[in-house]
């Protein structure tokens, strides 16, 4: 999809409605979903932290945006594939500023040529107690990225329209370091690139929002 084009179609449908816990559920696994039930009827404190979806024109100039493989370490993440972002900073001005700081850092993107678009549904990610504060920015012209090697070990460019691809979303087992063991989990499958957990529950949300409004002709 042409990327001027697709800015033109979204710019339209900016203040459209997200679809919330329901594009969530679709691509969480069934643990969090029994997780998340039980902690509506408990006060806790959890970390604040943002990540980003970032749309950018390809070199051929189609819509594309960045998912990170995390760098392997003693983490609950380690190795998996997420968006770019982290944990919220006392001098991050709100939560939009620690999604671009933290893109800033692990890639590399200038963060002051990133144009807020949305912000997404917050969604909470039991294995590490964070809330996550998703948002959408895009960039007119196609990025140089530069890796933080310590935090992430390699970057991979998406084509938006393989987001919206149903042959794309699958199940599969993986490796839970959090319940310590393999589980049979929801997951987008972007070319043997698996995303599970918070980051497709993410995307989900993505997607529906794109997919509910877009002109047939595209998908």
Same mark, same amino acid.
């Given at each position: 999809?042409?990327?001027?084009?697709?800015?033109?179609?979204?710019? #339209?449908?900016?203040?459209?409605?997200?679809?919330?816990?329901?594009?969530?559920?679709?691509?969480?696994?069934?643990?969090?979903?029994?997780?998340?039930?039980?902690?509506?009827?408990?006060?806790?404190?959890?970390?604040?932290?943002?990540?980003?979806?970032?749309?950018?024109?390809?070199?051929?100039?189609?819509?594309?945006?960045?998912?990170?493989?995390?760098?392997?370490?003693?983490?609950?993440?380690?190795?998996?594939?997420?968006?770019?972002?982290?944990?919220?900073?006392?001098?991050?001005?709100?939560?939009?500023?620690?999604?671009?700081?933290?893109?800033?850092?692990?890639?590399?993107?200038?963060?002051?040529?990133?144009?807020?678009? #949305?912000?997404?549904?917050?969604?909470?990610?039991?294995?590490?107690?964070?809330?996550?504060?998703?948002?959408?920015?895009?960039?007119?012209?196609?990025?140089?990225?530069?890796?933080?090697?310590?935090?992430?070990?390699?970057?991979?460019?998406?084509?938006?329209?393989?987001?919206?691809?149903?042959?794309?979303?699958?199940?599969?087992?993986?490796?839970?370091?959090?319940?310590?063991?393999?589980?049979?989990?929801?997951?987008?499958?972007?070319?043997?690139?698996?995303?599970?957990?918070?980051?497709?529950?993410?995307?989900?949300?993505?997607?529906?929002?794109?997919?509910?409004?877009?002109? #047939?002709?595209?998908?």
């Amino acid at each position: 999809m042409e990327f001027k084009e697709f800015i033109k179609f979204i710019i #339209k449908i900016k203040d459209f409605n997200l679809s919330g816990q329901i594009a969530h559920l679709r691509m969480a696994p069934y643990y969090r979903i029994k997780i998340n039930e039980q902690n509506k009827i408990k006060n806790f404190i959890y970390k604040q932290a943002a990540v980003l979806i970032l749309l950018y024109p390809s070199l051929k100039g189609n819509t594309c945006f960045v998912l990170i493989e995390r760098s392997i370490s003693r983490g609950v993440h380690s190795g998996q594939i997420s968006l770019p972002g982290g944990k919220k900073e006392k001098k991050d001005k709100s939560f939009w500023h620690t999604a671009i700081r933290e893109t800033k850092e692990e890639i590399g993107v200038d963060a002051s040529k990133i144009n807020f678009f #949305k912000k997404m549904s917050n969604i909470y990610v039991p294995p590490s107690n964070f809330m996550i504060n998703p948002y959408i920015g895009y960039l007119e012209e196609n990025p140089f990225f530069r890796i933080q090697k310590e935090e992430v070990q390699n970057i991979f460019e998406i084509d938006i329209l393989d987001l919206l691809k149903n042959k794309n979303k699958t199940s599969r087992k993986v490796l839970s370091k959090y319940m310590n063991n393999n589980l049979k989990v929801p997951v987008y499958n972007f070319k043997d690139k698996i995303v599970w957990g918070a980051t497709a529950m993410i995307l989900s949300e993505f997607e529906l929002f794109i997919s509910n409004n877009l002109k #047939k002709k595209y998908i």
